[in-house]
């Protein structure tokens, strides 16, 4: 999503709601049906249309649950590397919809999950971990050392990520097969500050590569884009 686009979602939307946002009327999930004539006759009156499986865009503040590395075997080549998934389940604390819905319910998932998926391809597996660091960097999480995310393994930078809040972006793209995907972005704390979002809202503080507490990470993550510039 380019900054435009997000300026224009913050400019509405000024702040993100705290733990005590107000949750919306939630449909009760279907225990399933015992046969096709209860299937038939199941009223939707109640249900809204959704019109896509993907994340909606817009600006979530979630909470970290417990994330781990799954590994997904080629699908070309069985000679090919094995390729491993981080699985980042989160916990919505609030959201800023990218698009206002007619009827406001719809767009209060507090309380819901928003799970992201990373992809570690074992034929690019350094520059794939390399990304993944700085997608913690861009958080402000350590990032060096031992990375974790395998259960009965060592403990890593992956683990300290676990019950902290991030700040999360989504919107959606259509690569070359055309199929639409959502992509999840961290926000470091110049794009928070660009959002009118205050970095106080993560109760936590931002580190460095080893774990230091940055003293202002607005300026740093300045600097870091003025060098990439």
Excluded: C
């Amino acid at each position: 999503m380019s900054d435009q686009a997000n300026n224009a979602t913050t400019e509405s939307n000024s702040t993100l709601l705290g733990d005590d946002g107000a949750a919306g009327a939630n449909v009760n999930m279907m225990a399933g049906f015992d046969n096709l004539m209860s299937l038939a006759s199941f009223d939707t009156s109640d249900l809204q249309a959704q019109m896509s499986r993907l994340a909606r865009e817009g600006i979530y503040l979630i909470e970290l649950g417990k994330l781990g590395f799954t590994e997904q075997a080629p699908t070309r080549d069985p000679a090919d590397p094995m390729n491993y998934q981080l699985n980042i389940p989160g916990n919505i604390l609030s959201f800023i919809p990218l698009e206002v819905s007619a009827d406001p319910t719809l767009d209060d998932l507090t309380g819901r999950s928003l799970n992201e998926r990373y992809f570690v391809y074992g034929k690019d597996i350094k520059e794939a971990i390399q990304l993944l660091m700085g997608k913690f960097k861009s958080a402000g999480f350590r990032h060096k050392g031992v990375m974790g995310g395998v259960e009965g393994s060592a403990p890593g930078w992956i683990e300290e990520a676990m019950g902290k809040r991030v700040v999360v972006r989504v919107h959606h793209y259509k690569p070359k097969d055309g199929e639409e995907r959502a992509q999840f972005t961290w926000l470091n704390p110049f794009q928070l500050q660009k959002a009118n979002i205050d970095l106080a809202i993560l109760g936590r503080d931002f580190l460095d590569e080893f774990g230091r507490p940055i003293e202002d990470p607005i300026a740093a993550f300045s600097r870091t884009k003025k060098a990439a510039a």
